[in-house]
């Protein structure tokens, strides 16, 4: 019966239907027509961004956070965490390796980090801007105030991520503490929407207590948001975090909504994620095949690179930036698609 559903489901959304709830359980449950989603996602992809693989530059400034997440290895209760920040000198000189080796977009990530005031935000991505102005600068520093979103914007900021984890709410006060809302979470993703950035969202897939449910809410919340990104990831779990006894997430699941997002969202730039090269060595490979068209190799300086722990095992910690970039070009063209000097801005 699912089976029946869930090969309908497809093809209804290859046609721009909405799906029910019921349809959308039957396509999440079941695997059996994952070859079919993946090529029917593959040629949306390809309808809008051909073979075009966009890279991100990767610049990961400072590991220190306020908050305490419960799955995050940075949070600011793992007192294990050997904390460090870059300074501004840092961060130029990491772009100015991406630029040479192509890049035309910057993603500054960070935790939420009370060093970096507005002022100081401000400086960085203004400082990139007037150095490299044919680059986008994206911002992934957490929730702030309309008014410092906007400051930021002013200063050049093109694009901001940050992911809403999930849109339940019972599920929310589960991986977070009291201190942090879902409601303040999404107000940050319309405030962001509002000012122009080119706003991300997203979520991990097999988070502690997700369950197709809470997924499905996450789907909807994402139709109601319409970001121009959307980045998921297998939950991955760190051993310093209160779910370090949880399983990471699953491979199969996390590609199967990477489809589903193609579909739902044709337009929509889709990272093939780190996590996913983490639980898998082909996985960003089959993230692609599977509807993704973005890649975010890392910038950061190799002797921080360690520290920027979300989760364990993270991949690519040890490379030169110009020996990744190398590496991920062999692996996107082995997938059947190329990397291009492009700032890669959404086809909507
Ligand atoms: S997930 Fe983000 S906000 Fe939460 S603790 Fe980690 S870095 Fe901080």
Redo the contacts with the bound molecule.
């Keep these: 019966m699912n089976t029946e559903i869930s090969k309908a489901a497809v093809d209804a959304l290859v046609k721009n239907k909405n799906l029910t709830d019921g349809e959308f359980k039957a396509l999440l449950q079941t695997g059996e027509f994952d070859g079919y989603l993946f090529e029917c996602a593959d040629k949306v992809r390809r309808e809008h961004y051909g073979d075009e693989v966009y890279i991100r530059g990767l610049i990961e400034i400072s590991n220190y ?5 419960y ?6 209760g793992n007192g294990n965490a050997e904390r460090y920040r870059l300074t501004k000198d840092d961060i130029l000189s990491c772009a100015k390796e991406g630029y040479r080796l192509g890049f035309r977009t910057f993603v500054l990530q ?3 980090d009370m060093f970096f005031t507005d002022e100081v935000i401000c400086d960085i991505v203004s400082g990139i801007k007037k150095e490299y102005p044919d680059c986008a600068v994206t911002l992934s520093l ?1 929730e702030k105030s309309f008014d410092s979103y906007k400051k930021y914007y002013d200063a050049g900021a093109d694009r901001y991520l940050l992911r809403h984890e999930t849109a339940n709410n019972e599920h929310y006060s589960k991986l ?1 503490p009291e201190s942090m809302s879902l409601e303040n979470r999404k107000q940050c993703l319309y405030n962001l929407k509002k000012i122009g950035y080119q706003t991300g969202s997203g979520f991990m897939v097999g988070s502690p207590y997700q369950t197709y449910e809470t997924l499905i809410e996450d789907l909807r919340f994402l139709q109601d948001l319409k970001p121009d990104m959307i980045g998921i990831g297998p939950y991955i779990t760190h051993k310093d975090t209160p779910f370090k006894n949880f399983e990471s997430g699953s491979l199969c699941l996390t590609l199967r909504l990477v489809a589903i997002l193609r579909l739902m969202f044709p337009y929509v730039l889709l990272p093939s994620t780190t996590a996913l090269g983490t639980i898998h060595p082909q996985g960003r490979e089959m993230g692609l095949k599977a509807g993704a068209n973005v890649v975010m190799p890392n910038l950061s300086p190799t002797s921080v690179r360690k520290l920027y722990t ?1 989760y364990d095992n993270k991949i690519c910690t040890g490379d030169e930036a110009a020996q990744c970039i190398e590496c991920l070009k062999r692996r996107v063209e082995s997938a059947g698609y190329r990397i291009v000097t492009d700032v890669g801005n959404v086809k909507k």
């Design positions: 956070c306020k908050n305490n997440c799955y995050c290895g940075i949070r600011a960070g935790g939420e957490g977070h979300l």
